[in-house]
Nanobody
Framework: QVLVRDSGGGSVQTGGSLRLSCEISGVNLKITPVRWYRQAPGLQRELVATIGGDGGASYADSVKGRFSVSKDWARNRVFLQMNSLTPEDTAVYSC?????????WGQGTQVTVSS
C-alpha cells in the first residue's frame, strides 16, 4: 500500500524559511520521482519541484534559487527547503508520487507568508 503524508507547513514572515517533509511508504525512492505541488486560491495548481530517483532535481522558475528538494531514500522521506519566502509563496503544498499506473497525494500542508 502506498501512503503519502506531507508536513512542515506553517506561518512565517517575508524572508523566512520552512522545510516541508513528505513521508512515503510503499515506493522505492531510489527509482521513483517525487513531486511537490502548490495551489493557492484563484490560481492553478503549480508544479514546484521534482526530485528524480537518481536525486536530480528541477524547479519552477518562480522558486529557482530559493527552494531546494532533497531526499533520504532509506527513511522514505523527501524534503522541500524553502528560503526567502514571500507572500506569493502562500499556498497549500502537497507531495505526489506515481507508482505503476496510480497516483498518490499527501493531504496538503499550508504555508502562509506574511509581512
Amino acid at each position: 500500500q502506498v501512503l503519502v503524508r506531507d508536513s512542515g507547513g506553517g506561518s512565517v514572515q517575508t524572508g523566512g524559511s520552512l522545510r516541508l517533509s513528505c513521508e512515503i511508504s510503499g515506493v522505492n525512492l531510489k527509482i521513483t520521482p517525487v513531486r511537490w505541488y502548490r495551489q493557492a486560491p484563484g490560481l492553478q495548481r503549480e508544479l514546484v519541484a521534482t526530485i528524480g530517483g537518481d536525486g536530480g532535481a528541477s524547479y519552477a522558475d518562480s522558486v529557482k534559487g530559493r527552494f531546494s528538494v532533497s531526499k533520504d531514500w532509506a527513511r522514505n522521506r523527501v524534503f522541500l527547503q524553502m528560503n526567502s519566502l514571500t507572500p506569493e509563496d502562500t499556498a497549500v503544498y502537497s507531495c505526489n508520487v506515481r507508482r505503476q499506473l496510480s497516483e498518490f497525494w499527501g493531504q496538503g500542508t499550508q504555508v502562509t507568508v506574511s509581512s
